[in-house]
């Protein structure tokens, strides 16, 4: 597994948790699995276990130096627990912050760094005398490998083929082309690997064009990806692919995320017994400084603060629909996260300014955990989601998801119907203020009116499997399915 983020170790989004359950989940049915990652500044190394030696990685027509450190990621088996390599160069990952910082939040050597990281990954195989079958990368920054893996190393890496996984098309390390010398690749490599853009570079793309197979999190995200509207103008890229690319919807930590035994809320509870659900609400009116009061709904969310999550028609201080929600509706509106400035202030300003509206600026796993628990609803009114793992929090935890009828999230939820009362959750599907407040106020009509039916919905969610096993048995296939790709050459 090649990735810029993992759990524990460190993580912005989704692809951390991925990166490290999915491969717990690969270990424990046999595999040899083995994780290769930048280790970053707050990755303490006195925890880690140093291989000894430098490693050599041949850059832009000279070799780099960096350390190698080594550790068991947590939650292993215990009879084949999955090695965590960590690439230490204190030039490149020898600072705060993974992608940026808030001064600077894509860091101008990005494309050296990860060009760095990608090409170690193959230094390392030789120093620890380990040929994988599978390089697994995953998104732009570890979208070199496959690249790397077609036109540098196929001689040293015959049986060796490679997955690449889309976690957010959004992202796709596009940046000045004379950052390509850098790679050590070929000039005329630029346009047959598929790097070019424009008069720029284009990481992912190159990724997306030399990896034996491509998919992303969710069945939903892969058809989408593959249209103009969705596609960040890599649509023709991956249809071009079409045949190699498929869509694989993660599963969650249910030792992590499960209602029965969670120690971060005040009582654990289960479809027999809903009372701990309702003390979590009350510890969460409590923690957000909202009126105690067990008959009025809270809506709860949880989310980074970019225009991907639908923060712009929901918060936008002109037009945003969170203000006329809280003024027309009884109810109460928690949310939890960091990101845009601009956001960030109005969610302050909306909390100083509303009795029944509490934003908390930060991060902090504990209180997610209050919120999915404490909550009647759950908001994700986003402008693309490729998996989503809120939504599927929020469905174990008795929390029927408001959701935008997108990616994983449409894979996830089903519409409420409000004469049979069957559903998990609140679907719509244009991303505008009035949309949002028309389902939000749609909810708390059924909350109201409709007690029963809801009550019912919490239990059906509570019922839904998203365990990795089913995703591990598709991981295996698509493995499968690259290995007879090298098997024929
Ligand atoms: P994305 O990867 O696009 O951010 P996902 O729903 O796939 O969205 O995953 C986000 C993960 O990060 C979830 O586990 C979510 O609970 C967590 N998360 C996001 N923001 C915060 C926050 N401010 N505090 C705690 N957890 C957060």
Redesign the pocket.
Known sequence: MCTSEAVPFA?????A?MAAALSLVLAKLGHDVRVVMPRYYSIDRSHLTRIEGAMGVPMGGMEEWCAVYRAELPGSPEKNPVQVYFIDHEIYFGRDGVYGVPQEPDFLDNPRRFSFFSRSVFQLCRKIEWIPDILHAHDWPAAMVPVFLKYLESGAFPKTSSVLTI??LGYQGIYARDNFGYTGLPAWCFYEAGFEDGAMMNILKAGLCCAGKLNTVSPGYAKETMTREQGFRLDGVLRSRAEDYSGIL?GIDAKIWNPRRDKSIPKPYGENDMSGKAAAKEALQEEFGLDIDPDVPVIGM???MTS??GIGELFGPAYGSAYSICRDMALQLVI???GESWCEHEVRSLSSRLPNFRGRI????E??HLIEAGSDFFL?PSRY???????M?SLNYGTPPIVRNTGGLADTVENYDQESGEGTGFIFNDLTPQAIYNTAGWAVWAYYNKREQIEAMRLRGMKKKFSWEGPAKKYEELYRAALAGVAGV
């Open positions: 993580k912005t989004g989704g692809l948790d976690h957010n993660n949880i989310t980074r991907q999550k939890l996260g960091t930060g991060y902090s796993e209180l997610s994700m989601e490729p998996c989503g793992l809120n939504q929090y």
